[in-house]
């Protein structure tokens, strides 16, 4: 489950200013897409189509072969799985964060969640009732760290499709491509996933597609896409 579809998606913010003017593509089920290109792209409305934020104005979209206009909220909710740019945390451990939504799970599975988005390192140290900001110990959560949890948690609910619009864009180039391996691994023919991002620097998507003002310019595998230049 989880083959994704755009048919002819047409978008528009404000009627007479098209942002998405005709975009096909198809992720088949457990593939990586990553959709990439220039800030004002459209790559994050393309998220925002995707999870209903907003519906298209032409076009569909379509998921297993349903129209997303026929999905409940509810049930696209349950199988989407979305780690926004920015992540607000709740007011309370890392542990709590992460079994947010599942907390039927058990504390190894949340620990290795918390293994594969790198933050096993504190998840320990975290105390009950400790101030996501500025715990006890005087743990400050950077902005990559924060993502890192949002990552975990959504990794520990194991949506058939995950969406990642920016999500790793806040950490350095080393964690950002250890977890960007590390959600290849949990993905692997299991989740589709769909990477939104600034630069094509994910080369282990099985497609990569390069929008600009809207449309495709490029789409292929990072090596052809290299070949090409
Ligand atoms: P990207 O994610 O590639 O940077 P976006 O999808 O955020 O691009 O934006 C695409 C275009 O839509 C931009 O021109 C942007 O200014 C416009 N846009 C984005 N969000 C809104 C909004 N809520 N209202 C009006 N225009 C918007
Ligand atoms: P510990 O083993 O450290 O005493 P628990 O396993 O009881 O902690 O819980 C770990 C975290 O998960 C806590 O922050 C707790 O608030 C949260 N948590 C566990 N189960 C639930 C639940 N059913 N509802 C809300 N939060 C929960």
Do not use: C
């Not at 792209?41 to 569909?60: C, E, I, M, N, Q």
């Amino acid at each position: 489950a989880g083959t994704i579809r755009f048919e002819d998606v047409r978008f528009a913010y404000d009627p007479d200013r098209p942002i998405l003017q005709g975009l096909s593509f198809e992720v088949p089920a457990g593939k990586t897409v990553a959709i990439v290109g220039p800030s004002g792209a459209g790559k994050s409305t393309v998220s925002r189509l995707l999870y209903r934020f907003y519906d298209v104005t032409g076009g569909r979209i379509t998921i297993d072969g349903q129209d997303l206009r026929a999905v409940t909220q509810r049930s696209l909710r349950e199988s989407i799985g979305m780690v926004p740019q920015d992540t607000v945390l709740f007011n309370d451990t890392i542990r709590y964060n992460i079994r947010y939504g599942r907390w039927e799970a058990t504390d190894a599975e949340v620990e290795e969640a918390a293994r594969l988005a790198r933050i096993d390192g504190f998840i320990r140290m975290a105390p009950k009732g400790y101030d996501t900001e500025v715990g006890e110990r005087g743990l400050k959560l950077s902005g990559g760290e924060k993502q890192r949890v949002a990552i975990a948690r959504t990794i520990l609910k194991g949506p058939p499709i995950l969406l990642l619009d920016e999500a790793t864009s806040a950490l350095d180039s080393h964690t950002e491509k250890e977890i960007q391996d590390a959600l290849q691994q949990v993905s692997r023919n299991r989740t589709t996933l769909v990477i939104a991002h600034r630069l094509s620097t994910i080369v282990a998507a099985d497609e990569i597609i390069v929008l600009d003002k809207g449309r495709i310019v490029e789409r292929g595998t990072h090596a052809a896409l290299l070949a090409e230049g």
